[in-house]
C-alpha cells in the first residue's frame, strides 16, 4: 500500500537553531501534502496544506515565517522549524492525499525537543 | 467542514465486539466520514470511509445512518492491539483533515 515516509523520527535542538523535517510518498505521487502538530495528550492540529510547486496555505494562527514549508517534488515535502523554542517542542505528522482505497496516508511522525 | 462529536472514552472486553459512535450532524452532501486510529506515539492509521452506504473491510465495518448525521464504526472481535485513539473525521471539498478529540478506547482482556 501507499507509504509516506518521514524523517527523522526523533531529533533533539538547541534553542534558537533551526531543524528540517522531510516527508516523502514512496510509492505514490502527492501533489498535496499536510503538516500536522500534536501536544501532548491532545489531538492533532493541522498547521498546513502543502501544494507541490506552489506557496503553502497556512491555518490561521500558524506563523509561516516560523515553519517554512518546501514542497518542491511531487514525492518530498519538508518542514523546517526556524529558531526553534522549547515551546515548539512536539509531535510533527505529515500526511499525504492520496485518492482511492488507502485513504490518506500519514507519516510516522517526528518528536522534537527542543532544549 | 462539519465537525465531529465523539465520546472521549469507552471500554470494551477483549473478544466483544467495539461500537464507537460519533456525531456529524451538520455534515454536507459532499463530505466523506473518515476513521482512523492513532496509536501512542505513531501517525494515525487508516481504517475505513464512507459517504452514504454501509462499508466494510478486513479491520471494522462503518454503520452510516440514513441521515447522515450519525456513524458508527464496528470492532467485530477487539483485541489488546486495538486499544487506541480513534477518530472520526468529516472530510470536505478542501480535502483537509481537521481532527477532532477522539475516542480512546481501552480493550480490557
Known amino acids: 500500500g501507499a507509504v509516506v515516509s518521514q524523517h527523522p523520527s526523533r531529533v533533539i535542538c538547541k534553542s534558537g537553531t533551526s531543524v528540517k523535517i522531510e516527508c516523502r510518498s514512496l510509492d505514490f505521487q502527492a501533489t498535496t501534502m499536510f503538516w500536522y502538530r500534536q501536544f501532548p495528550k491532545q489531538s492533532l492540529m493541522l498547521m498546513a496544506t502543502s501544494n507541490e510547486g506552489s506557496k503553502a496555505t497556512y491555518e490561521q494562527g500558524v506563523e509561516k515565517d516560523k515553519f517554512l514549508i518546501n514542497h518542491a517534488s511531487l514525492t518530498l515535502s519538508t518542514l523546517t522549524v526556524t529558531s526553534a523554542h522549547p515551546e515548539d517542542s512536539s509531535f510533527y505528522i505529515c500526511?499525504?492525499?492520496?485518492?482511492?482505497?488507502?485513504?490518506?496516508?500519514f507519516g510516522s511522525g517526528t518528536r522534537l525537543t527542543v532544549v | 467542514d462539519a465537525k465531529t462529536t465523539q465520546p472521549p472514552s469507552m471500554d470494551c472486553a477483549e473478544g466483544r465486539a467495539a461500537n464507537l459512535p460519533c456525531n456529524h450532524s451538520?455534515?454536507?452532501?459532499?463530505?466523506?466520514v473518515y476513521w482512523y486510529r492513532q496509536i501512542h506515539s505513531q501517525g494515525p492509521q487508516y481504517i475505513i470511509h464512507g459517504l452514504k452506504n454501509n462499508e466494510t473491510n478486513e479491520m471494522a465495518s462503518l454503520i452510516i445512518t440514513e441521515d447522515r448525521k450519525s456513524s458508527t464504526l464496528i470492532l467485530p472481535h477487539a483485541t489488546l492491539r486495538d486499544t487506541a485513539v480513534y477518530y472520526c473525521i468529516a472530510q470536505g471539498a478542501g480535502n483537509q483533515f481537521y481532527f477532532g478529540t477522539g475516542t480512546s478506547l481501552t480493550v480490557i482482556p
Open positions: 500526511s499525504a492525499n492520496l485518492r482511492g482505497d488507502y485513504g490518506y496516508t
Open positions: 451538520t455534515i454536507s452532501g459532499n463530505e466523506y
